[in-house]
């Protein structure tokens, strides 16, 4: 998919610019995100590709430019609200209850999506269950759903977090490097069984990554970072076989 002519974009960064000290992580950013889009980010490490999804959700506010979701503005607006408008991360922060089981946890996703989180409420009684039942389901995860938390292995561990995030009804992921940390052997399995839940769940996703083989199979659109601005855009095939971008991301 090109990422032209396809309507309004789910996500638009324009004129982005943020700087700490004298590190420049966004020197004039302008990136689309289109419906059905699986845009993977890459460049070189420090360039600024986890600050990008910093701003996009609301933990990070730039220096200048905006972000939009829909058409609507969410530069600087708090986290929790840009949630709320449909952009969730994936894989943030630790975010599973430990001690509660798989199920529960997505329960308790639902009913924060739901705004009646109350730990003090019993959780069976929290509607949505079916649903949740179904997104542990296309994440592969059914089988381990009564399992606590902590036992879980780290592919698994993974999938279940993207079960929660679609939990929140997301129109657009945002994740940082997905399969990191899962064994090698696991990796494209994991990464597989994702991409598939997001395209079932019609989620588009923004994806910073380092690994090019997943690049090459499972993004739609590559947008190379690098001293803070976009250097490149367009599709796997094309980018990856950059000599510019062999040289200057892939080479190192
Ligand atoms: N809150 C912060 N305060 C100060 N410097 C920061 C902050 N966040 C990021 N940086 C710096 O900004 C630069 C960009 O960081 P960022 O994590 O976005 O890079 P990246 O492209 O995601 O790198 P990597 O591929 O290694 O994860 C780095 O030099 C980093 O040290």
Not at 106 to 112: E, K, N, P, Q
């Amino acid at each position: 998919m090109s990422g032209h002519d396809q309507g309004q974009p789910l996500l638009q960064a324009e004129g982005l610019k943020l700087r700490f000290g004298g590190i420049i992580a966004a020197d004039g950013i302008n990136l689309s995100l289109f419906p059905g889009e699986h845009l993977a980010i890459i460049g070189p490490n420090g360039a600024g590709k986890t600050t990008f999804l910093n701003i996009c959700t609301g933990y990070l506010k730039p220096n200048a430019g905006r972000v939009s979701v829909g058409g609507q503005e969410i530069t600087g607006r708090p986290p929790r609200r840009i949630t709320r408008m449909g952009v969730a991360r994936a894989f943030q922060i630790p975010q599973l209850f430990t001690e509660q089981t798989v199920l529960e946890n997505m329960l308790l996703a639902g009913s924060i999506r739901e705004r009646r989180w109350n730990l003090l409420r019993r959780l069976d009684g929290i509607p949505g269950r079916a649903e949740m039942e179904h997104l542990l389901d296309l994440v592969g995860c059914a089988d381990v759903r009564n399992r606590l938390a902590s036992e879980l292995p780290e592919g698994k561990r993974k999938l279940v977090d993207i079960a929660l995030a679609l939990a929140l009804k997301p129109k657009v992921l945002l994740m940082d490097e997905p399969t990191s940390g899962v064994a090698s052997a696991d990796k494209f399995g994991v990464m597989e069984t994702l991409m598939n839940a997001l395209r079932e769940a019609h989620v588009s996703s923004v994806f910073v990554e380092h690994d090019m083989e997943m690049v090459k199979l499972y993004a739609t659109r590559v947008a190379v970072w690098a001293q803070g601005i976009i250097q490149m855009t367009g599709e796997p095939e094309v980018v990856l076989n950059d000599p510019d971008v062999i040289r200057n991301v892939i080479g190192n």
